[in-house]
């Protein structure tokens, strides 16, 4: 069993930045792609980004790509999302969560985080 812990959501000014932090343990941190995903209210799950097991493959959806950095720290078994420029369309709830691959599907991701607001006023 894996279990990621997040934290760093809040309410920003549009324009602003925030960065998210999710704790893994319970198994090798290093075995796995960790990705990050966000839900709003009324729509699907949504990829935002995911890293590799290395670090040395990284994959952005489109809408944040230039804004948003997936980085990993294995030293640390910690995950982080550092969003820039936000825009109120980023709002929702961000979830990280571990896969045996890289990957943009959520149904390919056996572990996920309590997920954590990022709310973004205009």
């Known amino acids: 069993q894996v279990q990621l812990v997040e934290s760093g959501g809040g309410l920003v000014q549009a324009g602003g930045s925030l960065r998210l932090s999710c704790a893994v343990s319970g198994r090798t941190f290093s075995s796995y792609a960790l990705g990050w995903f966000r839900q709003a209210p009324g729509k699907e799950r949504e990829f935002v980004c995911t890293?590799?097991?290395?670090?040395?493959?990284?994959y952005y959806t489109d809408s944040v790509k230039g804004r948003f950095t997936i980085s990993r720290d294995n030293a640390k078994n910690t995950v982080y999302l550092q969003m820039n420029s936000l825009k109120p369309e980023d709002t929702a709830v961000y979830y990280c969560?571990?896969?045996?691959?890289?990957?943009?599907?959520?149904?390919?991701?056996?572990?996920w985080g309590q997920g954590t607001q990022v709310t973004v006023s205009s």
């Open positions: 890293i590799g097991w290395s670090a040395g493959t990284t």
């Open positions: 969560a571990a896969a045996p691959r890289v990957a943009r599907d959520p149904y390919e991701y056996d572990y």
